[in-house]
């Protein structure tokens, strides 16, 4: 099956940290960069992370640099997110995605639920 599948998400305090998990399967996953996106209740969805097919670029949205680390293990087909520091703000549904031609839009999975609350 084509898919990408995210894991790891739940509730923690501010100031904790998860580690949200992608596993991808049936694509080709070293020739992709992968992206994690979130979305909020009532907002738009935003990139927060993005990994080039080798791991070897990284970006941040500026609201998570240097709180969230993005890292892949193309061995392994996967891709994590590891969230530090977390916020109320942090609050979403994350998901991860990669731009496959044929799919329109990419290939998303069925996203995570992170809640940040004391």
């Known amino acids: 099956q084509v898919q990408l599948v995210e894991s790891g998400g739940g509730l923690v305090q501010p100031g904790g940290s998860l580690r949200l998990s992608c596993a991808a399967s049936?694509?080709?996953?070293?020739?992709?960069?992968m992206n994690w996106y979130r979305q909020a209740p009532g907002k738009e969805r935003e990139l927060v992370a993005t990994?080039?097919?080798?791991?070897?670029?990284?970006n941040y949205a500026d609201s998570v640099k240097g709180r969230f680390t993005i890292s892949r293990d193309n061995a392994k087909y996967t891709v994590t997110l590891q969230m530090n520091s977390l916020k109320p703000e942090d609050t979403a549904v994350y998901y991860c995605?990669?731009?496959?031609?044929?799919?329109?839009?990419?290939?998303w999975g069925q996203g995570t639920q992170v809640t940040v609350s004391s």
């Open positions: 049936g694509f080709t996953f070293s020739r992709y960069t």
């Open positions: 995605k990669a731009p496959i031609v044929g799919y329109r839009g990419g290939l």
């Open positions: 990994i080039t097919s080798t791991g070897g670029s990284t």
